[in-house]
């Protein structure tokens, strides 16, 4: 069966401090991966695909990373605007999400 | 902002109302969806529709009925619900289902509240 588990469940940040989010995936037949961004009381918002290992997006201060085995989601020199709960979701034979991490970034 | 939207935004009802959720995608897509948030949870999958035909059903209580009348609008009716089916409720589109380069936009959920 298709699992997702995303590391750390919170993370608290000082302002500039850079620091790395986990994915890791067992998957039948890896399609995509994606990232979203959860802010409260909103539904999540798109921030990458990636489609095979090896394979890196950026987009500001984010940088997203594929392996075989996981993916990694490194935010570089955070701003308290950066405070948002992450989710990853797989698509195999249907899409999966984690459970998130929840991402705290402090002035 | 994205281009699916959601109403009413929060829900408040007793286990013996009924109510509806309502949800519009303005991006031209194909694919619908509806998914259940709780706290700490992942989201979970509960309908899916392609081309206005229900083509999943992940073992959802009957209390829960979707419709998809067209490709743009999507709706879950609601009744009798337990205080445990409080949760945000999601909806999301894409533009076909199943292909790998598909991705899922989704609404800003109805905070659904049961007493």
């Known amino acids: 069966e298709d699992q997702v588990t995303q590391s750390p469940e919170a993370l608290r940040l000082q302002e500039g401090e850079s620091s790395s989010l986990n994915c890791s995936y067992t998957v039948s037949g890896l399609r995509g991966l994606f990232w979203y961004r959860q802010d409260p009381g909103k539904g999540p918002e798109f921030l990458f695909t990636l489609y095979s290992a090896g394979e890196e997006k950026e987009k500001e201060r984010l940088k997203a990373t594929l392996t075989k085995k996981e993916s990694f989601l490194h935010i570089t020199a955070p701003k308290p605007e950066d405070s948002a709960t992450y989710l990853c979701a797989v698509l195999g034979g249907k899409l999966q999400f984690g459970a998130g991490t929840q991402v705290v970034v402090t002035p | 902002e994205t281009g699916v939207t959601q109403t009413p935004r929060h829900l408040v009802m007793g286990m013996t109302n009924k109510k509806s959720l309502k949800c519009e995608q303005h991006?031209?897509?194909?694919?619908m969806y509806w998914y259940k948030q709780s706290a700490k949870k992942p989201l979970e999958l509960m309908f899916v529709y392609s081309l206005e035909e229900r083509v999943e059903n992940n073992s959802v209580p009957s209390r829960f009925s979707p419709e998809c009348p067209n490709s743009s609008h999507l709706f879950l009716h609601l009744h009798t619900l337990q205080p445990e089916d409080s949760a945000l409720y999601l909806c999301?589109?894409?533009?076909?289902?199943?292909?790998?380069?598909?991705?899922?936009?989704f609404g800003p959920g109805t905070r659904l509240t049961v007493l």
């Open positions: 999301a589109s894409s533009q076909d289902l199943g292909s790998t380069t598909d991705t899922q936009y």
């Open positions: 991006l031209g897509h194909n694919a």
